[in-house]
């Protein structure tokens, strides 16, 4: 049986680019509260990552940063379970990153298909950033530099693992066993949908519900939420498929068995829109509400919520150099000099 120090690395990351929101709590935070407490967990900031956004705007990420670190423990991270890394100040992820970009091709970049989905959604044509491009290399050395051995995420992601993995494979059978090869550990929870129903959740759309939010905001943006276009009146036959209400009060309600129950009076015509709303709005403000306490308190603690980010980011530097020096020492180095 693993101790908790000698349990396996897994390791999420997140861009810095805007509040966490309900989407990220049930296709990922939720999943990180219980695997603090089964394997050593590292947390990444990935703010050099989101400079390939936000490279011209460097005030920016630095503000992301502590809202992040106030999203993640006020939703209940625990500092003395998980190591919260700030990706800028580890450098050994950077000279990874170079080693690796031996090992791929461009072609094979090319074909990424996150990359190539989010090549289509910033309209990013022939002008692509070779920074755009490469920052899946990136991404496999933040994997690799910590000795991961898993790696939760959503569907998107994988992709992202795929080509982490042929790197890890590549770089061991040209260098001898070196690095641990990452398996994703795929999130059970489908993706939330934004409130009007689509697909895409982001802050410049207006659709999510940040963790931040106040009981007003989160009332208001469930009033605006998309439902059954064809149920007009509460008598009306309705539809829970593709309602973007009862995708929320399946991620959140507690009682379960109760929301069965309210789901076949919806269908059946005996409860409408406006009862369904209600007790969402109820089911989110109670999940939300120790979240907010724990958000203030932290809040006036600011310097101690930098110096948990400093101190694991100190902790997973020292993994990252003794991982560096085996790396050093495949590709004979220390024969250079
Ligand atoms: N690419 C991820 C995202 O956009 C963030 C990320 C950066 C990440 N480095 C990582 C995720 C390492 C998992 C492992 O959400």
Not at 89 to 95: F, G, K, R
Not at 275 to 304: G, M
């Amino acid at each position: 049986m693993d101790t908790l120090e000698t349990s396996p690395v897994v390791l999420t990351g997140d861009r810095p680019t805007g509040p966490l929101h309900l989407g990220h709590y049930a296709g990922s935070l939720e999943q990180r509260l219980q695997l603090q407490n089964k394997y050593r967990q590292y947390v990444l900031i990935a703010d050099v990552q989101a400079m390939t956004d936000y490279f011209n705007q460097p005030e920016f990420l630095a503000r992301q940063v502590r809202e992040i670190m106030l999203d993640y423990l006020s939703v209940g991270l625990d500092p003395a379970k998980t190591t919260f890394v700030l990706q800028s100040q580890i450098p050994e992820i950077s000279e990874l990153f170079v080693y690796f970009l031996n090992l791929i091709t461009l072609a094979r970049l090319q074909r990424n298909p996150t990359v190539k989905d989010e090549m289509k959604q910033k309209k990013i044509g022939a002008d692509i950033p070779a920074g755009f491009l490469t920052y899946p290399v990136h991404q496999a050395a933040d994997i690799t530099v910590f000795g991961a051995a898993l790696v939760p995420v959503g569907e998107d992601q994988l992709p992202m693992i795929e080509q982490t993995r042929e790197i890890v494979r590549t770089f061991n059978r040209t260098y001898g066993d070196t690095l641990v090869e990452p398996r994703a550990l795929l999130s059970r929870v489908p993706r939330l949908p934004g409130i009007e129903g689509r697909s895409k959740m982001s802050k410049s759309l207006g659709n999510t519900i940040p963790l931040h939010s106040d009981p007003g905001f989160v009332e208001r943006q469930v009033m605006r939420m998309y439902t059954d276009p064809l149920k007009i009146h509460a008598s009306d036959p309705g539809h829970v498929e593709g309602n973007v209400v009862f995708s929320y009060l399946d991620a959140f309600d507690p009682d379960q068995e109760g929301l069965a129950g309210l789901k076949e009076r919806y269908i059946s015509g005996k409860t409408g829109d406006v009862a369904v709303k209600k007790r969402l709005i109820a089911v989110l403000n109670d999940f939300l509400f120790p979240l907010r306490a724990k958000r203030k308190e932290w809040e006036r603690h600011i310097p101690s919520v930098l110096e948990i980010l400093r101190d694991g980011t100190v902790k997973a530097g020292q993994q990252a150099r003794d991982t560096m020096g085996r790396v050093r020492g495949a590709l004979k180095m220390e024969q250079f000099l």
